[in-house]
């Protein structure tokens, strides 16, 4: 088969003013919420704790809808979707003050897949120059060319002069022959194409889309547990997501089009209850896990048609019974595929779950039994002003996108053979860009 003469990278966003505050407006696009934040982000001196923090971040608005039209993060209802997400920016447009017209979201549909690759260019003089960087990360990422694929992400992990690896920044070093080690996220085009112009249709411009297991990763995980190796679970509602940090570096990804709402489904249809019903017998009374009470706590289950029949009631270990299979197969699901990766002996004793789905009572302690290491519940971490409905782990996502733009220059570099957007223009961020570059 022929190489591609150009692949289709995703829109990069321009790195953040490094001493002016900027107000950012995000997007998490989920299969049962869509949350809109606008935040502002001030330039900070002191060191952070937090993997990739530059900037505080104080959040200005919040707005949450039931999500409509989305099913494991894919489009499938265009109307539904857009007006879910119309009604989750109009919310959060009016408690910040102000109008958003472009914003970060996230994308865990198109079957994300992660790819490290390596390349190597010789040096055009004596020591490495910014020049050389470029042409090696340029080279590293043209390795993914891939028909119907679209580029998400293009992160350098370490680089190597002369054979000698494991050096994170060479600029200025002596030597012959640079190269690097990239991770390459590359995901299906016609169903991110549908997401982004379902947001189109709301007038709204699509700054960047950011792999949704990189950003809840951003969000959660301190800097001690990046560096020495830790996986990233998040939980959703359709999708469950991966991913894997080492040295201080983001190494893997993936996801698994399952999640809580098919716990969810399994309780309906088990007990012939509608899906709000089934959400709320799981939410209040549901776990994994048996005790020894479960046999006489009786709950009461309300029937399909609520003018046809009496309620039911079973007891609280018919409910476990239902859920642990479900649970177990999506946390064996993540093991098989943290093993088939390659890193799992790289994340040591280390996994931070996080998600909508993660919040079930009893899940850590199953996780921890079925991964076979330490298990801790991940919350955003270090934003201020984010409402008390938002400080849970549902929300690790959204807080991820706000933060990205801290760690976005990493990308910032020009594809060989690149065609940005879906037409071959580089449209409204280019015209952004050239507007700051001119400005300023």
């Known amino acids: 088969m022929s190489r591609p003469t150009s692949v289709l990278y995703l829109p990069r966003m321009r790195p953040l003013p490094g001493r002016r505050a900027v107000v950012m407006s995000v997007l998490d696009i989920g299969s049962?919420?869509?949350?809109?934040?606008?935040?502002?982000?001030?330039?900070?001196?002191?060191?952070?704790?937090?993997?990739?923090?530059?900037?505080?971040?104080?959040?200005?608005?919040?707005?949450?809808?039931?999500?409509?039209?989305?099913?494991?993060?894919?489009?499938?209802?265009?109307?539904?979707?857009?007006?879910?997400?119309?009604?989750?920016?109009?919310?959060?447009?009016?408690?910040?003050g102000v109008t958003v017209e472009s914003l970060i979201a996230n994308v865990s549909c198109g079957r994300l897949q992660s790819e490290i690759f390596s390349a190597s260019v010789p040096l055009a003089g004596d020591s490495v120059s910014e020049a050389d960087i470029q042409r090696v990360l340029s080279a590293g990422s043209s390795h993914s060319l891939?028909?119907?694929?679209?580029?998400?992400?293009?992160?350098?992990?370490?680089?190597?002069?002369?054979?000698?690896?494991?050096?994170?920044?060479?600029?200025?070093?002596?030597?012959?022959?640079?190269?690097?080690?990239?991770?390459?996220?590359?995901?299906?085009?016609?169903p991110v194409r549908n997401l982004e112009l379902c947001i189109n249709r709301g007038h709204l411009h699509v700054e960047t889309l950011v792999a949704t297991p990189f950003a809840s990763g951003l969000s959660t995980l301190v800097n001690d547990e990046t560096e020495l190796g830790v996986a990233c679970i998040d939980m959703g509602g359709g999708t469950t997501t991966l991913s894997v940090f080492v040295e201080g570096h983001m190494v893997h990804l993936d996801a698994i089009a399952v999640g809580g709402q098919h716990v969810t489904m399994d309780i309906a249809r088990a007990f012939a209850?509608?899906?709000?019903?089934a959400e709320r017998?799981?939410?209040l009374?549901?776990?994994?896990?048996?005790?020894?009470?479960?046999?006489?706590?009786?709950?009461?289950?309300?029937?399909?048609?609520?003018?046809?029949?009496?309620?039911?009631?079973?007891?609280?270990s018919a409910l476990t019974r239902v859920?642990?299979?479900?649970?177990?197969?999506?946390?064996?699901?993540?093991?098989?595929?943290?093993?088939?990766?390659?890193?799992?002996?790289?994340?040591?004793?280390?996994i931070v779950l996080t998600g909508g789905a993660s919040q079930l009572t009893g899940l850590s302690e199953v996780a921890r039994r079925v991964l076979g290491r330490n298990v801790r519940l991940g919350r955003p971490l270090g934003v201020a002003g984010l409402p008390e409905a938002a400080k849970g782990p549902a929300?690790?996502?959204?807080?991820?996108?706000?933060?990205?733009?801290?760690?976005?220059?990493?990308?910032?570099?020009?594809?060989?053979?690149?065609r940005s957007g879906w037409g071959g223009q580089t449209g409204y961020l280019a015209r952004v860009g050239q507007w700051i570059r001119e400005s300023f």
């Open 32 to 96: 049962t919420k869509i949350c809109c934040l606008i935040a502002k982000l001030t330039p900070r001196e002191d060191g952070a704790v937090l993997p990739g923090r530059s900037h505080a971040i104080e959040v200005l608005g919040y707005g949450y809808q039931r999500s409509q039209g989305i099913k494991s993060g894919v489009v499938v209802d265009m109307d539904a979707a857009e007006h879910a997400i119309r009604l989750a920016v109009d919310s959060a447009e009016r408690m910040a």
């Open 146 to 190: 891939t028909d119907g694929r679209a580029v998400t992400h293009a992160l350098p992990i370490s680089y190597t002069l002369d054979g000698n690896r494991g050096i994170r920044d060479p600029r200025g070093m002596m030597g012959a022959k640079l190269g690097v080690d990239m991770q390459v996220v590359t995901s299906e085009v016609p």
């Open 273 to 277: 209850t509608r899906l709000q019903d």
């Open 285 to 316: 009374h549901g776990s994994p896990l048996a005790s020894s009470a479960d046999d006489r706590d009786m709950l009461t289950v309300p029937p399909l048609e609520s003018d046809s029949d009496l309620p039911n009631q079973i007891p609280r």
């Open 281 to 283: 017998l799981k939410t």
């Open 395 to 418: 929300f690790a996502a959204a807080v991820g996108l706000l933060i990205y733009p801290q760690v976005a220059q990493i990308e910032q570099f020009e594809h060989k053979n690149r």
């Open 323 to 350: 859920i642990r299979p479900r649970v177990e197969e999506i946390l064996e699901l993540v093991r098989d595929r943290l093993t088939a990766s390659g890193f799992a002996g790289r994340v040591g004793k280390q």
